[in-house]
């Protein structure tokens, strides 16, 4: 089995899952910083004050990551260890944290990884938060865009694939719905509200890239997450439900990027007044404003027409707010369960990336995330020996494989994650890496699936020539 030629191979990661260093060389706190503060918001009183060090220790990582044979990188840049009130204001600008970045790019280039940078994984400046109610308040379309510019200044003459937010869903859903990550509001409105500043402010960073930095000649998207809805059974009402669901959960955030440049008809109609309007010149700068559909994949779940007595299973609820989309979800009992409870389903990765293209005219795909938890059983010799993790990243490249025989133009796949890290609300407790890190020494080792892993990158490489070594 052979992925096309130039396919994307990478890893990837987030700046206050790895990091560490909260507050080393004048970096401002952000709001996981303070939501880990917060007695019984995170298991355990985990942080990530120290994280995986990487702060201080990132050459080491990429030379792992070069021993893996990765070619690209996904990471994130914290806005508050760059602006650390989030505002340009005077002197509001870390010439150390731009440093750190600087350094970084540097050293992945010098091994042939390309940079793939996010420029909002989740740690919000706290100032934008405390004095300036986050991503509630309308202006702060304009602070992302003052942080996006500092970053294509100072980054953008060697990164050439820009990611602007990571996964709308989560901070709507998980930080303002659920209250269950930070800022750790529960509502049913503020979501709503909280997503549309977030793709008003994606367009506007978009719009700065392609007129002030064409130049770099860069890409720059948007990174969604989405799970794939089956219907429960062939009955009509089951077979709406998995669409609304999708459409609640992808659509809301897609539609107005690579369809429309508004929100799917079926969420104006349930959610009525509390879905926001776009101006006519908002929707114009939407609609089209992602070079490439990043997507995070990680489960599968049925979706049923709603009862009234609807079980909820996933670790989050069922995906969105549940009263305006009347979907029950449930999972087959002999679905296999990863150490998170997120069913493996590799065929539903299929049926949603034919799902993305069908809907979105057959975008580039980049899945951005793909990945599991897993325990680790640390052998003497210090490596792991994760076979359950294995045969997750088999079954999960073969789905896309056979979707690119389906046509859908998937351009590369990042496996979440490079290494254990935080796991936000989760704190330590679960390991997505391909490395397992030591947590009382911080001690970095590959697992086994890191070195299948390698070995289907560098069979691609090699382009024919050993194909005994090739996936499958
Ligand atoms: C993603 N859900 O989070 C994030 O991008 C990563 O930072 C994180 O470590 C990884 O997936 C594993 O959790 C998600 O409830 C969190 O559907 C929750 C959901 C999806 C993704």
């Known amino acids: 089995m052979r992925f096309p030629e130039g396919f994307t191979w990478g890893t990837a990661t987030s700046a206050y899952q790895i990091e560490g260093g909260h507050d080393a060389d004048g970096k401002g706190p952000s709001i996981w910083d303070a939501f880990c503060q917060v007695p019984g918001r995170v298991a355990e009183g985990d942080t990530g004050q120290l994280a995986c060090d990487h702060y201080h220790r990132f050459r080491e990582d990429v030379a792992l990551m070069a021993s893996l044979g990765l070619k690209a990188y996904r990471f994130s840049i914290s806005w508050p260890r760059v602006m650390p009130t989030g505002r340009l204001e005077k002197g509001s600008i870390k010439r150390e944290g731009i440093r750190f970045y600087s350094d970084l790019i540097d050293a992945l280039l010098e091994h042939g990884i390309e940079p793939w940078v996010t420029l909002y994984h989740w740690d919000l400046p706290l100032a934008l938060q405390t004095e300036r109610d986050g991503w509630l308040n309308p202006e702060i379309a304009d602070d992302f865009e003052a942080y996006a510019r500092l970053c294509f200044e100072e980054f953008g003459d060697r990164v050439k694939h820009w990611i602007t937010f990571n996964e709308p869903w989560v901070v709507t859903i998980l930080g303002y719905g659920q209250g269950v990550f930070a800022p750790g509001r529960e509502s049913n409105v503020e979501p709503y509200i909280a997503g549309h500043h977030i793709l008003r402010s994606h367009a506007k960073a978009v719009q700065c890239y392609r007129s002030e930095f064409e130049h770099q000649g860069g890409k720059i998207g948007i990174t969604n997450n989405c799970d794939w809805r089956e219907p429960l059974t062939d009955r009509p009402e089951d077979h709406e439900a998995a669409e609304r669901a999708l459409l609640f959960y992808l659509g809301w955030f897609a539609d107005p990027v690579f369809k429309t440049g508004d929100y799917p008809e079926v969420m104006r109609e349930r959610v009525g007044d509390r879905l926001p309007e776009f101006t006519d010149e908002e929707r114009r700068s939407l609609l089209g404003s992602s070079d490439f559909f990043g997507l995070n994949h990680y489960t599968t779940m049925f979706a049923a027409g709603a009862s009234k007595d609807g079980a909820e299973q996933s670790v989050y ?41 069908d ?7 980049y899945i951005t995330e793909n990945g599991c938890a897993m325990d680790d059983v640390v052998l003497p010799d210090g490596t792991v020996d994760d076979q359950d993790r294995l045969s997750f990243y088999r079954g999960y490249l073969e789905a896309c494989h056979q979707a690119i025989g389906d046509g859908v133009d998937l351009r590369g796949y990042f496996a979440w994650s490079l290494m254990d890290n935080f796991e936000w609300a989760s704190g330590y407790k679960f390991r997505f890496g391909l490395v397992h890190v030591d947590r009382q020494t911080l001690k970095r080792t590959p697992k086994s699936s890191a070195l299948w892993y390698s070995d289907v990158v560098r069979a691609n490489e090699l382009q024919g020539e050993a194909p005994s070594r090739c996936l499958g």
Request: glycine share 10%.
């Open 317 to 357: 609820g069922n995906g969105g707010i549940s009263e305006d989309q009347e979907v029950d979800l449930s999972v087959d009992p002999e679905w296999e369960l990863t150490e998170f409870k997120w069913a493996v389903v590799p065929w539903g990765c299929r049926k949603l990336l034919k799902w993305i293209a």
């Open 359 to 365: 809907r979105y005219g057959s975008p580039a795909i």
